[in-house]
Structures are given as structure tokens and as C-alpha cells.
């Protein structure tokens, strides 16, 4: 079964502070890898995304990885702001023949991260 | 506001009722995705077209739920016959399908609570 598992549920930094969050996944065959922050009650909005080549991505403060062999990856988040506060999901898109993607996304439920001032 | 827009917004029901929701992609997006999501969890893939052909169903789209893409363009999700484990945050994302595109872009989704 294709699962995203992130860790920790949750989290709470003081602001100016860097953290980490953690993904595993058991998705094949793997197409690529994504990071999502949602803020509450709106749609989910792509922060970075990976292919199996990709091993470093960064956006502005935010820093992902992706060790395709052992399946994690980590979102690193530098010098937090409180607008920073959100839940961060971990997505993996299964591959097509071809190496294409269909599309199809598998979430993880997400990490919440709290910046407090 | 050419990002994907999705409405109602809110949608308060009573059990046994049916639902509509409707999702406009962005305009030149070939592909559209619902999704789902209950509270604390992430999003569940519901359906997918490209264009107007449905490609894919998850087992989770029960019988009572069907979605249409007529034209290509927008989509609508319908629920029949709603139960209280239909409350849920339904998400729309659309993208557009070239080698090496992989990007989906989300919807602000329509919250329906079913009483």
C-alpha cells in the first residue's frame, strides 16, 4: 500500500527559530516528491518539488531533501516568521510507464507547525 | 483572479440530501483533480480528468458520488444522498499535462458539514 507517514504531528518554535520536518514514504513507483503548505481552511499551496535526480530543492526559506534510496525527505524551514505557522504536507506522485506522472498524489496528514513570537 | 476557484465555499446540509460543488480550473489546464479531506488528516485523491475524459476513480468514490467535466473546463462533484461521514473539505487542483509539468495547483476547496 502506497503510504506518506511525517514527522512530528506537530511543533511549536519560537520565532526567528530554524526547524525540520520529516517524511518517509513506501510510494511506488515513485514520479516525484512534493511539499505543500496549507493554511487553515484554504487550498494547499506547492512549495518545492522533486524528481528521483533531485536530491536538494530550496524556496526561499524553505529547504527540502530527498534520499530516493532509503525514501525521506525533509522540509527545512530557516529563520521562521509566524506567517510560517501552517501545516506542511508531504506529497509523492506515483510514476507512469515512461517515467511520466499521472497525477495521482498520495498526502501524508501533515505536520503543523506553530511560530510563536 | 485567474487561480482555481471553487464554490460555495460552505456548504451546510441535512442527511439525506443531495449536494453539488462546483471547481473552474485555470483556464489552459488540461487536467482536474478532487480530493478530499477530513479534519487533521491530508488530502485523499477522489478523481481525475484530463479534458473531459474521468481517467481515474479511488475506491473511496462510492456510488453515491459522481463527477463530470462536460466540456473540459470546470467540473462538478456530486454527492447523493449525503451522510454525516460525507463532512469534509472537498479540494479541486488543476494542472496542465506537459513532459516534465508536474505542478498541481489547489483550490480554497468547499467545506461541507452534514447534520
Known amino acids: 500500500k502506497n503510504q506518506v507517514e511525517q514527522s512530528p504531528q506537530s511543533l511549536i518554535i519560537l520565532e526567528g527559530k530554524n526547524c525540520t520536518l520529516q517524511?518517509?514514504?513506501?510510494?511506488?513507483?515513485?514520479?516525484?516528491l512534493r511539499w505543500y503548505k496549507q493554511d487553515t481552511g484554504r487550498g494547499p499551496v506547492s512549495l518545492t518539488i522533486?524528481?528521483?535526480?533531485?536530491n536538494t530543492k530550496s524556496n526561499g526559506r524553505y529547504t527540502a531533501t530527498l534520499d530516493a534510496d532509503t525514501k525521506q525527505s525533509s522540509l527545512h524551514i530557516t529563520a521562521s516568521q509566524l506567517s510560517d505557522s501552517a501545516s506542511y504536507i508531504c506529497?509523492?506522485?506515483?510514476?507512469?510507464?515512461?517515467?511520466?506522472?499521472?497525477?495521482?498524489?498520495?498526502f501524508g496528514q501533515g505536520t503543523i507547525l506553530t511560530v510563536h513570537p | 483572479d485567474t487561480g482555481v476557484s471553487q464554490n460555495p465555499r460552505h456548504k451546510i446540509t441535512k442527511r439525506g440530501q443531495n449536494v453539488t460543488f462546483r471547481c473552474d480550473p485555470i483556464s489552459e489546464h488540461n487536467r482536474l483533480y478532487w480530493y478530499r479531506q477530513t479534519l487533521g488528516q491530508g488530502p485523499e485523491f477522489l478523481t481525475y480528468?484530463?479534458?473531459?475524459?474521468?481517467?481515474?476513480k479511488s475506491r473511496l468514490l462510492s456510488d453515491r458520488f459522481s463527477a463530470e467535466r462536460p466540456k473540459g473546463s470546470f467540473s462538478t462533484l456530486e454527492i447523493q444522498r449525503t451522510e454525516q461521514g460525507d463532512s469534509a473539505m472537498y479540494l479541486c487542483?488543476?494542472?496542465?499535462?506537459?513532459?516534465?509539468?508536474?505542478?498541481?495547483?489547489f483550490g480554497p476547496g468547499t467545506r461541507l458539514t452534514v447534520t
Open positions: 522533486m524528481t528521483f535526480s533531485e
Open positions: 506529497v509523492v506522485s506515483v510514476g507512469g510507464a515512461g517515467g511520466t506522472s499521472y497525477g495521482k498524489l498520495t
Open positions: 480528468f484530463q479534458n473531459e475524459a474521468q481517467l481515474e
Open positions: 487542483a488543476s494542472s496542465l499535462a506537459l513532459a516534465g509539468n508536474y505542478e498541481q495547483y
Open positions: 517524511c518517509n514514504y513506501t510510494v511506488s513507483p515513485f514520479s516525484n
